[in-house]
């Protein structure tokens, strides 16, 4: 019988609200997961109040502001089912969420991962400046995205299905990639899909648009500064995941073909879409067209300054991604005392894990 686990990582207290209808949400579930699992990353007041709450979840944390891929990592160390998802805390997922990711990865097992649709929740009107085709920087399925199922490079991480067996061939998420302490820094579950599809060459990701999800788009993130500011870290991510990937199996047009096209393609189209509606007497048609442009820019020339940067300086081969126990392997649960480490033979490296990724620094608050 097919098994499925939830993740949701969280490290703000002030979500506090939209983590409970998360957590609402995944209770509503047509299909009822084995295990929830919150881990909680370095919100003492967040993990407090979840301790005091005694819900029915599994309650992890990381011990510290270790950012969210490793957060992610220590919610799969703590799961033995053969699928786990992964949803935001901000996020409410529609009831069939869980079950249409399920139908489509148990149809064939070639299918690695499947990611579904996320549509903003924008709390009131969605400001008239934001252009579809930017949508992806505030954690949105953007324009440009199938919206019918498809074969695709990566799945979008907060709206996510996995194997877990990817887990315990390839390793987990790159601690080098995804939202840090400051920054808004991303790309850790396209580098994890690339590098399974290049160990596992017969695995595919999948994308379903009937696996939905509403993101909460917070207001702080209604602004065109915020927009400039995540294009910037996103540029320096795409540099970042163009090095970790340089290894890999060759691919057919390499780890940025996605980008290239959306560059090339998807935005201008935007940008001629948004002059055209501003002579049809839209005047906001202007300013997303604008928008598309400076967020273009500002990423292609982070992507060109890290780039720079990086030429005498290369990303450490070894060392971003930590051991993730195989299945038949139970979640360790020790005392914040024990730091000792553990190694797998599904380790992608020989390297011993440093304790802050290590499944030994897992605390387990409630069952």
């Not at 990582?9 to 979500?15: D, P």
Request: glycine fraction near 10%; hydrophobic fraction near 40%.
């Amino acid at each position: 019988m097919t098994s499925v686990s939830v993740v949701v990582c969280s490290h703000l207290v002030t979500r506090w609200p939209q983590l409970m209808r998360a957590l609402d949400s995944i209770r509503e579930q047509k299909l009822v997961p084995e295990r929830v699992v919150l881990v909680v990353d370095g919100d003492d007041e967040l993990l407090a109040r979840l301790y005091e709450r005694a819900g029915d979840e599994l309650v992890l944390t990381t011990g510290g502001r270790t950012g969210l891929s490793n957060a992610r990592n220590v919610g799969i160390a703590a799961v033995d089912s053969e699928f786990v998802a992964f949803l935001d805390d901000d996020a409410v997922a529609d009831p069939s969420w869980l079950s249409s990711l399920v139908q489509v990865a148990a149809a064939d097992t070639d299918i690695l991962g499947v990611g579904g649709w996320v549509t903003p929740d924008w709390g009131g009107e969605k400001p008239g400046w934001f252009p579809a085709e930017l949508f992806w920087t505030v954690g949105c399925s953007h324009h440009g995205l199938p919206t019918q199922q498809t074969t695709v490079r990566n799945v979008f991480g907060g709206c996510a299905l996995f194997r877990r067996s990817v887990f315990a061939i390839t390793g987990g998420f790159d601690t080098r990639l995804g939202r840090q302490i400051k920054g808004a820094s991303g790309c850790e579950e396209t580098e994890l899909c690339i590098r399974a599809s290049s160990v596992i060459p017969s695995g595919r990701f999948v994308h379903e648009p009937a696996a939905v999800i509403h993101h909460h788009v917070h207001t702080q993130r209604q602004h065109p500064s915020y927009i400039v500011r995540r294009c910037w870290a996103e540029g320096a991510s795409k540099a970042t995941l163009r090095r970790l990937c340089a290894g890999y199996r060759a691919q057919e047009r390499g780890p940025l073909g996605p980008e290239r096209d959306f560059i090339l393609k998807v935005l201008p189209r935007g940008v001629l879409s948004g002059i055209g509606a501003f002579l049809r007497g839209r005047p906001a048609g202007l300013a997303q067209a604008g928008m598309i442009v400076v967020g273009t820019a500002t990423t292609i020339l982070s992507f060109l300054v890290a780039v720079t940067r990086t030429i005498f300086s290369p990303v450490l081969a070894k060392g971003g991604s930590p051991v993730i126990p195989s299945t038949d392997s139970s979640p360790v649960e020790t005392s914040a005392s024990d730091t000792r480490t553990t190694d797998s033979p599904d380790s992608p490296t020989n390297d011993t894990p440093s304790p802050e990724t290590t499944p030994s620094n897992i605390h387990k608050l409630s069952a």
